[in-house]
Each structure stands twice: as C-alpha cells, then as structure tokens.
C-alpha cells in the first residue's frame, strides 16, 4: 500500500521533451522534496509506475535531492521511464559503479552534462542517454557551422538538448544534427516569426476532424477532444456559432452544445473550406499543444468525479487564458465577443473565482525553475500538494492519448 504522505511531501511539476516530429516524446517530471523526512523513493515509484501506461510518454525523473536520488536508483525499475543524474556521478569510480548496478537492474539513466565535457565521446557510461545543456557560446558554435558539416552532427547525435532558445537553432539540432529530442521549446522565437498577423488553425488537427466525422462511429465527445486540440479552432467555432448568420435566440458558450448545434455534416463542410487557410507550420505545435497539457492538468486538478460540463468549462477557461500569445490581441478584447460565464472572465482576466486556483495551480507546474513555488501556490488556494501531484500525473500519464476514441470520457 502507498504511503499516505509521499505525494504530500513532495512537489512535481514537468517539461515536455519534443522529437523530431514536433511531438510530445518525453516529459521531464521535476521532484522537489517539501518534507525529505517523508519521503520514501519506493513508495514515489510505485506512485508512477502504478499509473504509467505503455502508451505514456518516457518519463525522465530529475530529482533534486541527492539522498532521494540514491534510494531512487535502488528500487525496482518503472516501464518506460528514464532517471536523470548529474554528469559528475560517471566521473568517480565509486559513484559509477552505484550506476552500473543500477543499469544492471533495469534502470535507464540519463546523464546531464555540457557539451564539452562528452565532446569526441563514443559511448556513454553506464548505457546512458545524454542530456546536453547548450551555453550561449555551444548555441553560437552550432549555428555557425556550414549546413553539413564536418561534426555539425556528431556532438547531438541522439541526445536530448536543453537550453535552444531560437527557434533556427530547434530546426538544426532535430532536423540537421539529428537529436533525440529538445527539452523545452522556444516559444517566443517560434511566435516572434508570425508576430504579423494572428495564427490561423492547425492544419494537422483539422484533417484529423475531418477523418472522424467520416467515420460513423465518431462520438460527439471524440470530435471535441479533437476540435479542442487547437486553441484557435475553439476560439473560433465559438464565434461562428454566436454570429449572426446563426440568429439564435439563447447565446452558446459551450464548446460541445457548439458542436451539436453546427452537427457534423455543418462542420465538415466549414472546416473543409478552413483547410486551405490552416498554419502548415509545424513548429506550432509544441506551442499549441503545451497550451492544451496545461489546459488538461487544470481540468484533472478538479475533484474526482466532477461532470463532464463542469470539467468542459475549466478546459475551455484555461485554453483561453492563452489565446492572446496566438491572435496577438488582448485577452479583453478576445473574450468579450463570446458570451461566457462569469466564472471565465474572473478567472482569465480577475484572477479570481473558482477557477482562478486550477488555473495558478497548473501554471506553477508547468513552469520550469518554478517548482519551489508550489507549495506556497497550493496552500493559498487551499489545495493539497497531494491532489495537485496525483492530478500531473494522470494528466501526463494519458498526455499521449487524450484524444483516442477509446475513452468516451473527457481525459
């Protein structure tokens, strides 16, 4: 039996790891230790591994406590999931030996080291994957080597990068230099290069409802867990249905009653005539979809069995809470053409009501370097450590598959 305080004295937050595709490959759950005296490693691993399935994104477990680490490192392996370790540990006899046993026991490390220190490296101790932390001077390096090469390849080959704050350094390190994948995104740059008009919709996402609603099988649910995939998608059908060309007597601010009330043939013949207007650009979508990751946890951080129209709002509420960074206007001015609830408006734009909590609570998060903060946030909003962790972890445990017509239920 887990014990009752482990998720309670701990705080995780995460960081989605994109490959190549510009999809979600890995998550980086950051373990903070709030109480260390509670903290038991193998009641933390049975957590997540009781709850990570084989369809899961791997797990990388950057804890910060080198005691959790070391306990962490003696239990029984979790499927699919990676252990992260300073690079100093592979460099003393001792220690490395620790991590040979550790490998030997099913466990996959990865280790965090700087670019010149594995520079002309063959094969990593340990069987370890590699994350490289780019400084200003690595980043510069990169970029100034002529497109193919000698070496532009080599030093990334299948690692994880960290530290890629442009979005042509992105480009280089998955396209051209071939990395595993990239710890975090460049938003801002990616973003900056369509700061001159608002984004239109995912061109991916829209082909995608369009398979489903030619198949007869398709729920009203499934095709708005696809539909909510791209904020601007939602934003818009919003619009749409509370346009004049609608002339409805009761205003709708409810992405499914939307749905019902355009009906599938009606969608499908709009979104076809979209298609040719989508964002074709893919490195959107690490944008998007962190919008949506961050939108599902503040949904999960509702209580447990709370209805779907409730969990739809919440959803929809912290979805456009990011809608300004994507259509370059201001939240106010966005928000004030849809007839939503109070609730939504105190929440985006008071920072205060009911939903204001899911919202702050899922922020502090998911917001890298941050992770101190949440026990602080959960307390002022009267939120338990352990209810926010459990409400992560489900979030990224089905972060994979949220959208497969296997669960009729909003995950």
Known sequence: MMSHTVLDSIALGYEPVWNRARELAAVRLGVRAVHPESVDAAHLMQALGDDWPESAPVLVLAVDSPRLLQQTLACEPVHNAWIEVPGSQFEHPETLARLNVAARRGHRLLRRADLASVRGEVVAPAGARTLLKLGAEDAQHLLMLPPGGPGRASPLLDRVVEGVASRTLARLCLDDAGAWGLLGWPDDDVLYAHRQEPLNYDAAVIRQILLAI??????????????RQDPVLVYRILLLVNSAAYGLRHEIASLRHALMMLGFRELGRWLAEQLPHSEPDRDLHPVRYAMVMRSRLAQHLLATGSDDNLRGEVY????????????HQPLGELLYRLPLSGRVFDAVLRHDGPYHPLLDVARAQGEPGQLHRLPAVCQRHDLSLEHANRALIRMLASSRDHASPRSERMT
């Not at 030619?214 to 539909?227: M, T």
């Not at 929809?316 to 994507?326: E, K, P, Y």
């Open 214 to 227: 030619g198949d007869e099988d398709c729920s009203l649910e499934h095709l708005e867990r696809l539909v």
């Open 316 to 327: 929809t509420t912290a979805l456009l809470s990011q809608l300004d960074r994507l259509l």
